[in-house]
């Protein structure tokens, strides 16, 4: 009799152990058996390191969980895209123009699909529903334009780098304005000369009308 009693007891223990993992699959797979809500498919050109199981957040706040995450083929626009399902909460309304963005991927950051209100009395998203995504730029594009902008710095320095060598060398009409002497002390007694005598500045023209010419001088 205890013999029997002991197999029972080791029955039933197995047959918990196999609901209580079996419901652990169910939640990590994101399979909902308890939870009420309903699904929104989101459509994405790129989606980083977002997973299964990722949050998904409406104004910071958790509504739901990313469901599955799928590669399919737009035949409208004639390439693969990628097909977020979300699972959202019951209670929680989203309406139709709310933007989905998908936020964190960066380093020691949570990859998560963000949900913005937006104002506005438009239909809500009923089950199926499905949205477009807001366009997710890639880290390594951003690697790249970063990339360029600073070859361009480098350009533009170098480029300001090799002028003002001509400028200190007395190359060019800067240089020679700044290191030929004899130039500059002719401009200097050019411009004492018309602050001494400020009608050498006038001439007639052609029909004998005088023309006054300013020279505005430092």
């Not at 209580?20 to 939640?27: D, E, G, R, S, Y």
């Not at 991927?105 to 209100?117: M, Q, R």
């Not at 710095?153 to 007395?170: A, F, H, P, Q, Y």
Request: glycine content about 8%.
């Amino acid at each position: 009799m205890k013999k029997k009693s002991n197999e029972v007891s080791v029955g039933v223990f197995v047959i918990l152990g196999f609901i209580f993992l079996t419901l652990v699959l169910f939640f990590v797979s994101g399979v909902y058996l308890f939870r009420s809500g309903y699904t929104v498919d989101a459509m994405f050109n790129y989606v980083s390191i977002l997973n299964k199981g990722a949050p998904v957040r409406m104004a910071g706040v958790r509504v739901g969980e990313v469901s599955q995450v799928d590669i399919v083929y737009d035949q409208a626009k004639q390439i693969n895209r990628v097909k977020v399902k979300l699972f959202i909460e019951k209670g929680f309304e989203i309406r139709e123009n709310y933007a989905f963005t998908i936020r964190g991927t960066h380093v020691l950051s949570e990859p998560h699909v963000e949900i913005s209100p937006k104002p506005g009395t438009f239909p809500l998203l009923r089950n199926g529903a499905l949205v477009e995504g807001v366009p997710l730029v890639a880290v390594e594009e951003l690697f790249d334009q970063a990339h360029k902008t600073l070859d361009k710095v480098e350009s533009s320095s170098t480029s300001l780098s090799n002028i003002l060598g001509r400028v200190d060398k007395g190359e060019g009409t800067v240089g020679k304005l700044l290191k030929d002497d004899a130039l500059y002390n002719e401009m200097e007694a050019f411009a004492k000369d018309v602050r001494a005598h400020p009608w050498k500045l006038i001439r007639k023209d052609s029909k004998h009308k005088r023309k006054w010419y300013f020279l505005f001088l430092a």
